[in-house]
């Protein structure tokens, strides 16, 4: 999960600031496992309809719920909130296609779900994400459009399509 190491250490990442939000991240979620800090790692996007410039507007950030803050590009960015916004205009990183632990992890663009986590335990962990403050996360649905979805309809969606890809062709064999 981590290979983004290999662009600049901790070390070069905390003294020069160096690297992209990704880099940032992992960086820090090293760091944070070898203090057994639990946190998520999210990437989301923001609303393209509501920001200037080429889409995606994406970004990588961690929270640490026992501290109820997220880090961003090195920093604390703020308290009391899941999310992470754009520094222009102050626009939610609301739309996201990845969640890690310090021990799984999920990465689902196009609604396609792949990694360590299992639908549901992927599903427990965006509507705990969820009740942390009760905002609104969606997942994204088209990378291009930014268009996104709710949990729970990502949700009823994957579950369709395990139904229909592994249980069907199963009762068939039999």
Known sequence: MFFELVEQTVEESYTTKAGHCIVQAANLAAVLDLARIDYYWLQGFADPSTLEGPYPHGHDWLYIPDYDLTISNG????????LCYHFKGGVPFDRIDFVGTPERWAYFPELQLVGTLSLKELIEILRELIGFHEEEILVLEVAESG???????FSALLEESYITSSLVPRLFRE
């Open 75 to 82: 920093k604390i960015e703020s308290y009391s909130t899941i």
């Open 147 to 153: 268009k996104g979805i709710s949990v729970e309809d």
